[in-house]
């Protein structure tokens, strides 16, 4: 298997998105890859990407409530894609990472003037980003590991 697949997150310093968007994309990459016939275990999605298992965990879970991933229970359980790979979009996982189980509390502090007339322009600025990120799915990167020369041999997924 080409190790590209798995080195996702190395040149993180070099991103616009945090570890865990990162981490995400690569975690769902891998089940979109993996998930044929049986689902991905946590385990060896964690062993694939240098990570201990318990870190992935709040993640998967966040990709599952927002219906990126399918958890399956028992023996052979894991985790599955729970739509077609050409209906997920970058940006569905990228918001499922940051945006899901780390909502900001109400009551935050009164925001700086510097912060008032900043914020508005990073938001607008992300939300562009992000708006690029819904025109690539998943099945546009599987497709693209496929074609580099070393790329694993991709079978086209037609299920949910």
Do not use: W
Not at 76 to 85: D, Q
Not at 103 to 117: D, F, I, M, R, W
């Amino acid at each position: 298997m080409d190790q590209r697949v798995y080195n996702m997150s190395i040149n993180l310093h070099s991103s616009l998105l945090p570890r865990k968007a990162i981490l995400a994309i690569a975690a769902v990459i891998d089940v979109a890859l993996h998930a044929r016939p049986t689902p991905v275990a946590a385990k060896a999605l964690a062993q694939r990407h240098n990570l201990p298992p318990r870190h992935l965990e709040t993640l998967l879970q966040d990709l599952v409530h927002a219906q990126i991933l399918k958890g399956v229970r028992g023996p052979k359980g894991g985790y599955e894609l729970s739509r077609e790979r050409r209906r997920i979009s970058l940006a569905d996982i990228v918001r499922a990472a940051l945006f899901t189980s780390s909502q900001p509390s109400a009551g935050q502090p009164e925001k700086s003037t510097l912060e008032a007339v900043i914020l508005p322009h990073l938001e607008s600025a992300s939300l562009d980003f992000l708006s690029a990120l819904d025109k690539i799915s998943v099945e546009d990167v599987c497709q693209s590991i496929s074609q580099t020369k070393d790329g694993p041999t991709i079978v086209s997924d037609f299920t949910i």
